[in-house]
């Protein structure tokens, strides 16, 4: 089986540090569950309103590069930068 050796999971040294990362495919497939898609600029919208793009909660519009996941909670979308995760960490404690 790929990734086991000696009955042990071999991780790479990005996981083993707690870091998860999506290409764009992923994050569009995990977008896609919550009725989003992006635009032609890579912004992140509503997939039935292509007019509307999603915002942060500091009201930022937010690509898919800058895409890092949503937040329980009316679908709070969070970029992928440092004063943001740092936010998400505080909150989620």
Do not use: H
Request: glycine share 8%; no cysteine; proline share 4%.
């Amino acid at each position: 089986m790929k990734g086991i050796r000696n009955s042990r999971l071999i991780m790479s040294p990005l996981f083993q540090e707690g870091i998860i990362t999506f290409d764009a495919a992923s994050k569009r497939e995990i977008l896609s569950y919550f009725g989003k898609t992006t635009d032609q600029d890579g912004y992140i919208i509503e997939a039935e309103n292509p007019t509307q793009r999603v915002i942060t909660p500091e009201g930022e519009e937010i690509t898919i590069e800058e895409f890092a996941g949503i937040r329980n909670g009316s679908e709070i979308y969070i970029k992928s930068d440092l004063p943001s995760l740092i936010e998400l960490i505080d909150i989620i404690g």
